[in-house]
């Protein structure tokens, strides 16, 4: 009877994960697509990367020392994956004053400005992305040399812009992937594109390791993949002269970088298995209709951003019911 119990509020058992373990794993993740990207596009990549990782570290400090007058928590990694994110979703020719300014943005509108780690509704290095894009659109659609693919010093487009604009024109299917390559060419990284977006492999390679250290669940990615598989298999079917194959929308673009990598964000994505799903289809669904009808070529950073806008509702329509909470009938 003289044992004392103890009541404090939940979590009564913590894991071993820390955010800055969960950072640097995923800033691990990274490295083999990181290195694909400096030996496809040469040192501006790396150029490009390290200029946004340190703007993003600095902003962050200077907002933290400055104006929130809180703890300084600049290198507990999540500046860094700002960074490398935003890096990876440019091409490696643009101007770096822009890649300063497009990091600016990221950290100071889209993560700082609502509070800094844990509070921002969207994915900074979209944020960030998505501003360059709309300011500056030629340096952002200005494809350098993959140099597997082309000389130095020549640019190229995008297979998606080329499909975009062949389509667009008229052009046959048939044609239209005699000039984009092959899908083994997709896999690996041997087309034009984004820095970090280029080579499927090596990204799922890092979402296998995250997987595994349990870092992000499979299902945002999986059923990202599934719904562009089964939403432009479906028009392909239908249509194959006019709508490309599953395999070209899978493995082109920024799909397999947003969907293992920006889409998983743990701040900005449900935190139910049902929320997870019903999220990911709209990433999935959104970026295929930006594709096939949009403007742009691409589309999957505009559906997550929009998908991240609604993760509140999904989160408060779809919790789990809490335990001892009485079910009604009827």
Known sequence: ????????????????????????????????????????????????????????????????????????????????????????????????????????????VGKMSFGGLGKNPFNPALVGRVFMLISFPVAMTTWPANRLTLPDGYTGATPLSIAKEAIKNGEPVSQIIAKVGTSLNHFVGNMEGCIGEVSALFLILGGLYMLYRGIITWHIPVFIFLTVFVFSGTLHWINPDKYLSPEFHLLTGGLVLGAIYMATDMVTSPMTTSGMILFAIGIGVLTMIIRIWGAYPEGVSFAILIMNAFVPLINKNMKPKRFGEEVKNG
């Open 1 to 108: 009877m003289n044992q004392k119990l103890i009541v404090s509020l939940s979590p009564h058992e913590k894991g071993r994960d820390s955010v800055k373990s969960i950072m640097y794993g995923v800033i691990f993740s990274l490295i083999p697509a990181f290195i694909a990207s400096i030996y496809f596009f040469g040192l501006d990549a790396l150029i490009v990367t390290l200029t946004a990782i340190v703007t993003c570290l600095v902003v962050e400090y200077l907002i933290q020392k400055c104006l929130l007058k809180g703890p300084i928590t600049v290198f507990d990694g999540s500046a860094i994956i700002t960074g490398l994110l935003l890096a990876f979703n440019l091409p490696s020719s643009i101007p770096l004053w822009m890649v300063i300014a497009g990091s600016i943005v990221a950290i100071g």
